[in-house]
């Protein structure tokens, strides 16, 4: 009898796995049809906050919608522009982004879908700096009628975490090259240094002049009149309108009531559905888009709890052969969305880039961050692009470790050790470095650094002392970094596409066929890994985003890296 029920219950599993699979490739094949777009169609692009640059692998993202990705939103624009059955667009920026050079992204892609001479409105159910900023693109803003336009400035603030080390009897032991290389400061310090003050005040300083540069070419004002009216935020919405910076108030619906016309609407999510091949775009020549997001470490890519995208030096490199060896390939590009890490693995990846920019044109294009060995792995390309908001620059090392015996001894706990060599305990937990092996570690940390600075002015074409003049850890944006000559244009992904077409002799009025790494996965790829960092995303999810950059921060030298491993990596900046 217990055989009986053994096989009887085999069999419904059975049953029951074959129908799941019928109805996940069923939900596969229904998604890939692509949406049907109504004739005189209004596209309701929603912009939330927090866009990625690449899509959560794993089944589950795939069958279910997945939230928009950097990439989709500037796609649908560029194919609402050239799709006939899309006759105006209303966007809808929501929560703002934790930086700001993707904002300046989807902007420039609005400003580009103007072009085409459609009209595009933006709808604000609230109206922050950044939604603010990304609305002033179109050609008529409409403010929700109850809610205020929340325009107040901008400001930074940064998490000192020296006390807390102290009260537990943990000490923070770090070393660093550079004066402004202030990655390790939110432990050794308990408030800001004139250095770090003067950075976070530049960067602030310069970022708000970039706000206030939009808002006036938006709006059509005077500079000197919007910073005015940004002083005598926030603003009520009859106030807003009063003031000009509003063109009326009205509901989601209003908007978007279908007219007389027979105007009927698509929103963004389902339009992302669309080919870009369905309306005559992304064919042609190919070029690679390589992505690398997240914090740089040895190994393969993946997804950390605390950290968010681990950029792996083995995959990375892994993507650069492939690309560099496929002779259908014309050119790549190398997207950048990471504050840096190990100065290990980025020298690897940086080595890689070198050795394919001799074969094939390589550009360079930052997204929000690539400081650090963000911009490390940068500096070979033939040309660096950066959004005028990107933090780039931050060209030093840092490298240190946790000295916890005091913390033990509070537990009740004691760590004995036993060893051979004379640095054995270089990395030892319980106690901070002595003067040898300080002197050892600061001897590494100032070879990583020279050689930095070294291929910093060989990629720049330029002098040591040029380097070093703009380094020791200073971070920049990308506004700044060209002024500076970290940086060669100024744009978004796009303007690095024109850049690697142009390098690759492609005509620019030619359209070319991305090949995005890391690649589509496979059906079969996507069942054998269905959650496919489901389970770490869904953890992060459960911390606001201010929370998770503490965690981060908390996390960050002990979970990734090896005590005492030279980090080329930026500081953690805490932006509401």
Same mark, same amino acid.
């Given at each position: 009898?217990?055989?009986?029920?053994?096989?009887?219950?085999?069999?419904?599993?059975?049953?029951?796995?074959?129908?799941?699979?019928?109805?996940?490739?069923?939900? &596969?094949?229904?998604?890939?049809?692509?949406?049907?777009?109504?004739?005189?169609?209004?596209?309701?692009?929603?912009?939330?906050?927090?866009?990625?640059?690449?899509?959560?692998?794993?089944?589950?993202?795939?069958?279910?919608?997945?939230?928009?990705?950097?990439?989709? %939103?500037?796609?649908?624009?560029?194919?609402?522009?050239?799709?006939?059955?899309?006759?105006?667009?209303?966007?809808?920026?929501?929560?703002?982004?934790?930086?700001?050079?993707?904002?300046?992204?989807?902007?420039?892609?609005?400003?580009?879908?103007?072009?085409?001479? +459609?009209?595009?409105?933006?709808?604000?159910?609230?109206?922050?700096?950044?939604?603010?900023?990304?609305? =002033?693109?179109?050609?008529?803003?409409?403010?929700?009628?109850?809610?205020?336009?929340?325009?107040?400035?901008?400001?930074?603030?940064?998490?000192?975490?020296?006390?807390?080390?102290?009260?537990?009897?943990?000490?923070?032991?770090?070393? $660093?090259?550079?004066?402004?290389?202030?990655?390790?400061?939110?432990?050794?310090?308990?408030?800001?240094?004139?250095? $770090?003050?003067?950075?976070?005040?530049?960067?602030?300083?310069?970022?708000?002049?970039?706000?206030?540069?939009?808002?006036?070419?938006?709006?059509?004002?005077?500079?000197?009149?919007?910073?005015?009216?940004?002083?005598?935020?926030?603003? &009520?919405?009859?106030?807003?309108?009063?003031?000009?910076?509003?063109?009326?108030?009205?509901?989601?619906?209003?908007?978007?009531?279908?007219?007389?016309?027979?105007?009927?609407?698509?929103?963004?999510?389902?339009?992302?559905? @669309?080919?870009?091949?369905?309306?005559?775009?992304?064919?042609?020549?190919?070029?690679?888009?390589? $992505?690398?997001?997240?914090?740089?470490?040895?190994?393969?890519?993946?997804?950390?709890?605390?950290?968010?995208?681990? %950029?792996?030096?083995?995959?990375?490199?892994?993507?650069?052969?492939?690309?560099?060896?496929?002779?259908?390939?014309?050119?790549? @590009?190398?997207?950048?969305?990471?504050?840096?890490?190990?100065?290990?693995?980025?020298?690897?990846?940086?080595?890689?880039?070198?050795?394919?920019?001799?074969?094939?044109?390589?550009?360079?294009?930052?997204?929000?961050?690539?400081?650090?060995?963000?911009?490390?792995?940068?500096?070979?390309?033939?040309?660096?692009?950066?959004?005028?908001?990107?933090? =780039?620059?931050?060209?030093?090392?840092?490298?240190?470790?946790?000295?916890?015996?005091?913390?033990?001894?509070?537990?009740?706990?004691?760590?004995? !050790?036993?060893?051979?060599?004379?640095?054995?305990?270089?990395? !030892? /937990?319980?106690?901070?470095?002595?003067?040898?092996?300080?002197?050892?570690?600061?001897?590494?940390?100032?070879?990583?650094?020279?050689?930095?600075?070294?291929?910093?002015?060989?990629?720049?074409?330029?002098?040591?002392?040029?380097? $070093?003049?703009?380094?020791?850890?200073?971070?920049?944006?990308?506004?700044?970094?060209?002024?500076?000559?970290?940086?060669?244009?100024?744009?978004?992904?796009?303007?690095?596409?024109?850049?690697?077409? #142009?390098?690759?002799?492609?005509? #620019?009025?030619?359209?070319?066929? &991305?090949?995005?790494?890391?690649?589509?996965?496979?059906?079969?790829?996507?069942?054998?890994?269905?959650?496919?960092?489901?389970?770490?995303?869904?953890?992060?999810?459960?911390?606001?985003? =201010?929370?998770? +950059?503490?965690?981060?921060?908390?996390?960050?030298?002990?979970?990734?890296?090896?005590?005492?491993? %030279?980090?080329?990596?930026?500081?953690?900046?805490?932006? /509401?």
């Amino acid at each position: 009898m217990a055989r009986r029920e053994v096989r009887f219950v085999l069999t419904f599993l059975m049953i029951a796995i074959v129908f799941l699979m019928a109805g996940v490739v069923a939900a &596969l094949f229904f998604v890939s049809r692509g949406p049907s777009v109504p004739s005189n169609a209004t596209l309701v692009l929603r912009v939330p906050g927090g866009l990625t640059e690449i899509m959560p692998s794993g089944l589950l993202g795939h069958v279910f919608e997945a939230p928009p990705t950097l990439r989709s %939103v500037v796609d649908s624009l560029r194919k609402a522009a050239v799709d006939d059955r899309v006759s105006r667009v209303v966007l809808v920026p929501s929560g703002g982004q934790a930086l700001w050079a993707k904002v300046q992204e989807v902007r420039d892609a609005v400003l580009a879908f103007k072009q085409s001479g +459609k009209p595009i409105v933006a709808y604000l159910e609230y109206g922050g700096e950044q939604q603010y900023y990304l609305a =002033t693109a179109a050609d008529e803003i409409a403010l929700m009628p109850t809610s205020p336009l929340d325009l107040t400035g901008l400001a930074r603030y940064e998490l000192f975490l020296r006390g807390s080390l102290d009260k537990v009897g943990a000490y923070p032991d770090f070393l $660093h090259v550079g004066d402004y290389k202030t990655a390790a400061n939110q432990y050794t310090e308990d408030s800001f240094t004139p250095a $770090h003050r003067e950075m976070s005040e530049s960067l602030n300083a310069d970022m708000f002049d970039q706000l206030v540069r939009g808002i006036a070419d938006g709006r059509g004002r005077p500079e000197s009149e919007v910073r005015a009216l940004i002083d005598e935020g926030p603003f &009520l919405p009859e106030d807003a309108l009063a003031a000009g910076l509003v063109d009326g108030l009205a509901y989601e619906d209003q908007l978007l009531d279908p007219d007389e016309n027979g105007e009927r609407r698509i929103e963004g999510g389902d339009y992302a559905g @669309v080919s870009l091949q369905a309306v005559g775009l992304n064919q042609g020549p190919k070029i690679a888009v390589i $992505h690398a997001v997240g914090v740089i470490n040895t190994g393969r890519s993946g997804y950390d709890t605390t950290q968010g995208e681990v %950029v792996g030096s083995d995959t990375l490199v892994e993507y650069l052969r492939e690309a560099r060896e496929d002779e259908s390939v014309r050119a790549i @590009v190398l997207r950048i969305d990471s504050p840096g890490g190990s100065a290990i693995a980025s020298d690897v990846i940086w080595r890689e880039v070198e050795v394919t920019r001799e074969e094939k044109p390589v550009i360079a294009s930052m997204s929000d961050v690539a400081a650090s060995g963000g911009y490390y792995i940068a500096m070979p390309a033939d040309a660096i692009v950066a959004q005028p908001g990107t933090l =780039t620059g931050s060209i030093g090392v840092v490298a240190g470790k946790f000295a916890l015996g005091e913390t033990y001894g509070k537990l009740g706990a004691n760590i004995e !050790s036993v060893s051979q060599g004379r640095y054995a305990e270089i990395a !030892s /937990p319980v106690r901070p470095f002595s003067p040898d092996e300080r002197a050892k570690l600061q001897q590494q940390l100032d070879a990583v650094y020279d050689a930095f600075v070294a291929k910093a002015a060989e990629g720049r074409g330029t002098t040591r002392e040029r380097i $070093h003049a703009v380094a020791q850890g200073r971070v920049w944006t990308g506004q700044q970094g060209r002024q500076v000559g970290l940086v060669d244009e100024l744009g978004g992904l796009d303007r690095a596409i024109a850049l690697a077409k #142009q390098r690759a002799d492609i005509e #620019q009025n030619d359209e070319v066929e &991305l090949v995005n790494y890391p690649p589509p996965r496979g059906f079969f790829e996507m069942l054998s890994q269905p959650l496919g960092g489901v389970r770490e995303r869904l953890v992060a999810s459960l911390l606001s985003p =201010t929370e998770q +950059k503490v965690a981060s921060v908390l996390a960050a030298p002990m979970q990734l890296f090896r005590p005492g491993e %030279v980090l080329a990596l930026m500081p953690y900046v805490f932006v /509401p």
